[in-house]
Each structure stands twice: as C-alpha cells, then as structure tokens.
C-alpha cells in the first residue's frame, strides 16, 4: 500500500487507522494500539445476545454503589445531603427539582382600573361657594 497515495482519510474522519497503516502494521507483526483508535470506537459495544438472556452484570452497578457506600461513610454532613440528594433524583424519576413558574409583572404602563373624573373645568373656590350661597341674602 503507498502512503503518499492514502491521505489518511479515515484517520481524520473517523478516528481510525488507514489501511496503509493496518497493511504496514500487518508486514512488521505489529498490533494496533488503543491510543491510535479514537476513543469513540473504544466506548461501542457490540451486544449479540439474545433479548432473553439475563443481563449482564455490569448494569447492576455493584461496584459503584459499594463506592458511594464508602464514600458516605468518610465524607461530612453536608456532603452526604448532597448525594442523598442525587440518588432521590436517580430513584425517583416522577419528581423533580423544577418549579413551579412564578407568575411575572409584565413590564410597561399600569393599566387604570375604573375611570377617574378627568374633566378639564377647573372646581370652584372656596369664595366662589361661599358667594353662591349667600348671594341671596346680601341683594
């Protein structure tokens, strides 16, 4: 295989050897190491068991519960809230940490409730309610 014809265009594409890469690989006896995979090849897995089969172990998590075991022994009482907190949210799904949404004033003018005397005569003064009552008596 010729290199210089190759281009590498898995290697950039991919993640993953060229076949010139594989080919001189194979003539030298050579493996392909992990570091030369892109690690989002390294994360696949390829199940070809049958839906009746028993689960794997790996799902049920043992190790890693054991983990946050040991750790809730050693860590302080702030902390242990903390992860408490976290598997409530992991066993049970239905509840949530979101609220409610709070209703908001909407910005802008207020809007005037019941309608206000807005006449543009002005009120009459003092004197001008003094004359009209007595103006009978003076005449």
Do not use: H, I, N, P
């Given at each position: 295989m010729d290199n210089k014809k190759c281009g590498y265009v898995l290697r950039r594409?991919?993640?993953l050897p060229c076949a010139c890469v594989i080919a001189r690989k194979l003539r030298n006896n050579l493996p392909i190491r992990l570091d030369e995979v892109n690690s989002h090849w390294k994360k696949l897995v390829?199940?070809?068991r049958e839906g009746g089969e028993e689960e794997c172990d790996d799902?049920?998590?043992l190790a890693e519960w054991k983990a946050i075991q040991e750790q809730l022994k050693t860590v302080d009482v702030p902390m242990k809230a903390e992860i408490r907190d976290q598997l409530r949210q992991i066993a049970y799904l239905e509840t949530t940490s979101l609220t409610?949404?709070?209703l908001v004033e909407?910005?802008?003018a207020k809007?005037?409730?019941a309608r206000v005397d807005s006449s543009t005569t002005r009120s009459p003064s003092i004197w001008e309610h003094v004359d009209a009552r007595f103006s009978d008596?003076?005449?």
């Open positions: 594409t991919f993640g390829f199940d070809d799902y049920l998590c409610e949404r709070k909407k910005k802008g809007k005037r409730g008596s003076q005449a």
